[in-house]
């Protein structure tokens, strides 16, 4: 077949992403983190970004630690259009090509349905659907460049089962009476717009995709895992767990690699059927 490389279907060969540059949003922790260090132990070069500096060094000095990759880091605050092409001017300093983008920042906002914040959806927004689009934008040059069908620039966008679950007000991963209507329609919105950037960018040979993923340690999880653990998390999953760091790092590996290079436009839910099963047993 015309263009494509040698048969290899080695392990090594389909899933490597060793010398790629990737730059991961929100990577200081969480599952940015987690992404971040499966690259790195897998020989790609990572900017991690994000505005808390102590915790990009902390965790670039421990990726670093584990290599045989590398990690960098840049603070950034991309809430604003601005602080995203502040991002992105700041790699292009750096690096002449981007193979990997992920968007992984993000934030929350629960309130009372009937005392629920304006600017509870105006920094969810922002930050969970306004930054992928604006990031996207100014690395696509990068992420284009040198890119060929069978090796393309990959952009995986972190949504969340919250973006298709009918259900708002949990008291596990929430404060009782509160509501997350912001988070989940965002995550919506993200999900649609990783279809629209997939079909924008695929003439210059970019990927887009989205994973879902369920509870995983992280930011967003810490109230529900201080007041129940994880085994409260897990009460009627059917694998009876939360998500594991190496369930991310596969996945996130995955699309990144040559395994991936004609995946563009999914969802891939990362929750072990959890969510489904719970709609399933509502009806």
Not at 27 to 33: C, E, H, K, L, V
Not at 50 to 71: F, H, I, V, Y
Not at 144 to 168: E, M, W, Y
């Amino acid at each position: 077949m015309s263009g494509e490389n040698k048969l290899d279907f080695s392990t090594s060969a389909l899933f490597c992403v060793r010398g790629k540059v990737a730059v991961v949003t929100g990577g200081g922790s969480g599952i940015g983190s987690m992404i971040a260090s499966a690259y790195v132990q897998n020989g790609a070069k990572v900017y991690i970004a994000s505005r808390k500096e102590q915790q990009l060094k902390d965790t670039s000095d421990a990726l670093n630690k584990q290599g045989p990759g590398s990690c960098h880091y840049v603070v950034a605050d991309i809430s604003t259009k601005a602080g995203c092409d502040a991002l992105a001017n700041a790699i292009k300093e750096r690096e002449y090509k981007v193979h990997i983008l992920v968007n992984n920042s993000g934030t929350s906002w629960g309130a009372p349905f009937d005392d629920f914040p304006e600017q509870g959806w105006d920094k969810v927004m922002a930050l969970n659907v306004k930054s992928p689009f604006y990031v996207t934008s100014a690395l696509a040059p990068l992420l284009a460049k040198d890119a060929t069908s069978f090796d393309p620039g990959r952009v995986i966008n972190i949504s969340s089962v919250a973006s298709f679950i009918t259900v708002t007000e949990d008291a596990k991963v929430a404060a009782k009476g509160t509501g997350t209507w912001s988070y989940g329609a965002s995550k919506a919105a993200l999900n649609q717009l990783t279809v629209l950037l997939a079909t924008t960018l695929a003439n210059k040979y970019i990927t887009v995709n989205t994973i879902c993923p369920g509870v995983f340690p992280s930011k967003m999880t810490a109230f529900g895992l201080k007041q129940h653990g994880e085994e409260g998390l897990a009460e009627g999953s059917p694998f009876g767990r939360i998500g594991h760091p190496r369930d991310m790092a596969g996945v996130a590996l995955f699309l990144a690699s040559p395994a991936a290079a004609y995946v563009s436009g999914t969802h891939i839910i990362l929750d072990g059927a959890n969510a489904h099963s719970r709609m399933k047993a509502a009806l």
